[in-house]
């Protein structure tokens, strides 16, 4: 059983940054692919990043790409996610998900972001 648990979120004015954090602990980290999805209200979940397993190839969702950078450390078994250049509809409960070779996901209980115009 893998257990995530995200840090960092937060407010924060429009253009400014954050980086979340995603501990995960249980399993081996270094055998799941990584990625970060966002909820805002009224909302679907939606993708925002993804990492593979040695973090060599990287995705990101049209909306958050240039702004964006997902990263991983397979000795902390941590995965964070850099946003710079927020925006207001960046606004979103933002959680971390890992996906095993079988495609089970696990998935942290999430951290508010929330960008002010």
């Known amino acids: 059983q893998v257990q995530l648990v995200e840090s960092g979120g937060g407010l924060v004015q429009a253009g400014g940054s954050l980086r979340l954090s995603c501990a995960a602990s249980?399993?081996?980290?270094?055998?799941?692919?990584m990625g970060w999805f966002r909820q805002a209200p009224g909302k679907d979940r939606e993708f925002v990043a993804t990492?593979?397993?040695?973090?060599?190839?990287?995705y990101y969702a049209d909306s958050v790409k240039g702004r964006f950078t997902i990263s991983r450390d397979n000795a902390k078994n941590t995965v964070w996610l850099q946003m710079n250049s927020l925006k207001p509809e960046d606004t979103a409960v933002y959680y971390c998900?890992?996906?095993?070779?079988?495609?089970?996901?696990?998935w942290g209980q999430g951290t508010q972001v929330t960008v002010s115009s």
């Open positions: 249980g399993g081996t980290f270094s055998y799941y692919a």
């Open positions: 998900n890992a996906r095993t070779v079988v495609a089970t996901d696990y």
């Open positions: 990492i593979s397993t040695t973090g060599g190839d990287t």
